[in-house]
């Protein structure tokens, strides 16, 4: 997820879903309807970022029986 590539495809493909979506519309009750596609899309794709990262370790003490908790 953190490769360059993706992150500019992904970007192109919400592009080209918000240009389709602006196509589609016609009254004011199908640009709200877009809007909350668009955001769902945006939703989407942030839960995937999130679930990609890795958790921190946690990092042993010198004395290798506590764990820090500082952050």
Do not use: C
């Not at 004011?28 to 921190?56: H, Q, R, T, W």
């Amino acid at each position: 997820m953190e490769s360059p590539v993706l992150k500019e495809s992904i970007d192109a493909a919400l592009l080209q879903y918000q240009f389709l979506l602006a196509g589609a519309t016609q009254d004011s009750n199908g640009a709200a309807a877009g809007m909350f596609k668009l955001k769902g899309a945006l939703e989407v794709i942030d839960v995937l970022y999130k679930l990609s990262e890795a958790p921190a370790r946690p990092v042993i003490v010198e004395d290798g029986q506590r764990i820090d908790h500082t952050v």
